[in-house]
């Protein structure tokens, strides 16, 4: 049996010294290392690494790693509830309830019913196949129909008290149909407080007008780009703008228009400015100005604005009743004063004009289809006169209404050839008449026939006038020159055997050539 208290290792200087040595060079931590136990048997000893209780690198990192959980788990909750939020949102927007509110909104801000096909609605987006308003008796307003309407919205506006967005437009167009208006002014089509529910500008690229009832309106615009903008959160006031379109105004004619502007204010609407061309060749230019921003007498009462036309065919001014015995292109004289356009309100509205005017610059003016002209031509022998141009005045002042028109103050001439003055009023059927004065030049009327003489008997400025009687309609216009020229001619009494008369062979014997 061993000692209990075996004696102790005795070690050299040398020997310790390498034993340190040895372990020095000892495997590095984390490395397997042969050791030799007391007892003599041989073992691989791992060295364990020493580990610090703190260390701030990797602290760092867990905490990270930690924020990054926190961070992917939060936008996952925070999509999840944007989702419901949203699907929520849609789900009330869309609801029964929702759409009675917004109707019940246009129907306190219209004064009108209000019916709605496929309404559908977003946070971001508003939009219908079709909405119809109907306007109570009493209102100017009788109907509109819009097709295709879509908005943009603002989401922070969508759960407020008004939409807001930039446009609604009616991209399919719509129909807009005014009554008649009464012998009263129309009462407000709106009676509200506060601001409007839905702040947009309004848009359709083709939208129709009828004013004065579907059946018979007094005015028709068709395929108009419409705007109306809102000038207060309140929308007491408004702007309405068309560009483009086919306006037909009964009586009048048709014509394209080009723009017209008008501002809707509480105490009535005010025309601001019209455009309009011809509608068959689309040349020339009408343009009704407000200068003195009246408003429009809708009710009993006329509203008095400017007009001025440019490059204009005559025959668009005249109308269809005067026909087209006159042919130029006229304009308002640039020193003169302007026209006149007047609107007369009422159960019957009406409308009228007074316009001086002078033919354009290179106008090819004339004037054919009076019997008249053919007389001269074989009288004075010069086959000018059967459509004589005048190159030197082509004036006047055209008066135009529902009973037809008039002008007057005309004066027409051709230099040393022909001058017309007088004044030719048609009706409404066509039927013309009217008095002109016939000026040819001395020289001529003293060369021509006797009776010739006889009717141009009147002598001024260098010209032998006549005064003729115009008759016929504007298709078949008739004058009486030929009438007096033959009466003149069987006034004079004959020479004995039926030859010439005195004066006749007088002129042949003074008259160098006659014979």
Do not use: H
């Amino acid at each position: 049996m061993p000692s209990p208290d075996p004696e102790p290792e005795n070690y050299s200087i040398d020997e310790m010294m390498d034993r340190l040595r040895s372990r020095g060079e000892g495997g590095r931590d984390g490395e397997a290392q042969l050791v030799t136990r007391e007892d003599g048997t041989q073992v691989y000893r791992m060295r364990k690494r020493k580990r610090r209780s703190f260390q701030p690198k990797k602290e760092k990192e867990k905490r990270q790693r930690r924020f990054r959980v926190f961070q992917v788990a939060g936008a996952v909750g925070i999509v999840g509830v944007a989702g419901l939020s949203l699907l929520g949102a849609i789900v009330y927007l869309n609801s029964a309830a929702y759409r009675e509110t917004i109707l019940s909104r246009i129907r306190d801000w219209t004064g009108a019913e209000a019916r709605v096909t496929q309404f559908r609605v977003t946070p971001v987006s508003a939009a219908a196949d079709t909405i119809e308003f109907s306007w109570p008796e009493g209102s100017m307003l009788e109907s509109l129909k819009l097709s295709g309407v879509r908005g943009d919205l603002r989401v922070s506006s969508i759960f407020g008290g008004a939409w807001k967005g930039s446009d609604m437009v009616a991209g399919n167009g719509g129909t807009l149909v005014l009554r008649p208006p009464s012998d009263s002014a129309p009462r407000p089509v709106l009676a509200r407080s506060g601001d409007c529910p839905f702040q947009f500008r309004f848009r359709s690229p083709k939208l129709s007008v009828l004013m004065g009832g579907a059946e018979n309106p007094a005015v028709r615009l068709g395929g108009s780009e419409a705007t109306l903008t809102l000038l207060d959160p309140a929308a007491t006031t408004a702007n309405l703008q068309f560009e483009g379109g086919d306006l037909s105004i009964a009586g009048w004619g048709d014509f394209g228009l080009e723009f017209v502007s008008m501002q809707i204010e509480p105490s009535g609407i005010r025309l601001g400015n019209l455009r309009m061309a011809p509608a068959a060749n689309g040349k020339g230019e009408i343009e009704i100005r407000n200068p003195d921003n009246l408003p429009l007498q809708l009710g009993q009462g006329e509203t008095e604005m400017k007009l001025r036309v440019s490059k204009l065919p005559v025959s668009t001014l005249f109308g269809a009743s005067m026909g087209s015995w006159l042919t130029a292109t006229i304009e308002s004289p640039e020193e003169g004063p302007d026209g006149s356009f007047r609107f007369v309100g009422g159960a019957s509205p009406s409308f009228s004009c007074r316009v001086p005017f002078q033919a354009a610059v290179a106008s090819d003016s004339r004037a054919s289809g009076f019997p008249m002209f053919t007389v001269l031509a074989k009288e004075l022998g010069e086959s000018w006169y059967r459509s004589p141009r005048f190159d030197l005045a082509f004036t006047g002042t055209l008066t135009r209404d529902a009973a037809g028109s008039t002008v007057e103050d005309l004066k027409l001439e051709a230099r040393g050839r022909l001058s017309l003055k007088g004044r030719v009023a048609a009706d409404s059927s066509g039927k013309l008449e009217g008095e002109l004065e016939v000026g040819v030049p001395e020289a001529a009327a003293d060369t021509a026939s006797l009776a010739i003489r006889s009717v141009f008997a009147q002598r001024e400025r260098g010209y032998a006038w006549a005064k003729v009687k115009v008759s016929g309609t504007g298709s078949s216009p008739m004058d009486d020159l030929a009438e007096q020229l033959q009466q003149a001619a069987t006034g004079v009494a004959p020479a004995s055997g039926g030859a010439k008369a005195v004066e006749d062979e007088f002129r042949d014997l003074t008259t160098p050539g006659g014979r």
